[in-house]
């Protein structure tokens, strides 16, 4: 099974600033990475699919890159909104499995 | 648009079977998509469940596999989970959702299943 690690647990992090949001592969899963944002109550928010492409009405301040084995999610600068718990997930394999990483709370300084 | 809405039993005894469908309306059962299931202990993160093909060919999380099956029913555009041997440990909120190519862009609102006598 691929396991993926987030780092940090807690981001701790003013309105404005810049996020950055690291995701580890066990092993390579190419581009097949996606990244979710889940507010309290609610249901997981597809943000990236494929590493890098913004999944829709995704704003532009959120930027998903890596590949292989390093993936990473930045958001430019902090809106109240983005405060939030946000996942790292992988599908890959044959035959497939998907996993989902521990995830990472950005929460306000 | 597309919805899709959890039902079932909210609470269910240990060592019985949990049984959850997922209808989904605004998209065909039979489309293009995974059909996916995700859990989420309390205070926890996202657990992977498994998933399934309009035409059957289901793929389970390794760890639930004895355990899970995870069929459609496309005259009710619906598809179902069913866990068996639950424990305290199967409590969770569960959530179905449509893997597409561009990923799990559509998702229930989750349903609270709590597995206590």
């Known amino acids: 099974e691929i396991v993926l690690t987030q780092s940090p647990a807690t981001l701790s992090l003013s309105p404005g600033e810049r996020a950055t949001l690291s995701c580890r592969a066990s092993?390579?899963?190419?581009?097949?990475v996606a990244w979710f944002q889940q507010k309290p109550g609610l249901a997981p928010r597809l943000l990236i699919y494929?590493?890098?492409n913004r999944a829709t009405n995704t704003p532009a301040r959120f930027t998903g890159s890596g590949s292989g084995t390093d993936f990473t999610l930045t958001i430019s600068s902090l809106e109240p909104e983005d405060f939030a718990v946000y996942y790292c997930?992988?599908?890959?394999?044959?035959?497939?499995?998907?996993?989902f990483g521990g995830g990472t709370k950005i929460e306000i300084k | 648009q597309v919805q899709l809405q959890e039902s079932g039993p909210g609470l269910v005894k240990p060592s019985g079977t949990l049984s959850l469908t997922c209808t989904v309306s605004?998209?065909?059962?039979?489309?293009?998509?995974?059909w996916t299931w995700v859990r989420q202990a309390p205070v926890k993160g996202l657990e992977w469940i498994g998933e399934?093909?309009?035409?059957?060919?289901?793929n389970y999380n390794p760890s639930l596999k004895s355990r899970v099956t995870i069929s459609v029913d496309k005259s009710k555009n619906q598809f179902s989970l069913r866990l068996t041997s639950v424990t305290a440990a199967d409590t969770a909120i569960y959530y179905c959702?449509?893997?597409?190519?561009?990923?799990?862009?559509?998702w229930g609102r989750g349903i609270r299943v709590t597995v206590s006598s």
């Open positions: 399934t093909y309009h035409s059957g060919s289901p």
């Open positions: 494929d590493a890098s």
């Open positions: 959702a449509r893997d597409s190519r561009t990923g799990m862009d559509y």
């Open positions: 092993q390579s899963v190419d581009t097949y």
């Open positions: 605004g998209d065909s059962i039979s489309s293009v998509n995974w």
């Open positions: 997930q992988q599908r890959s394999g044959w035959p497939p499995a998907v996993t």
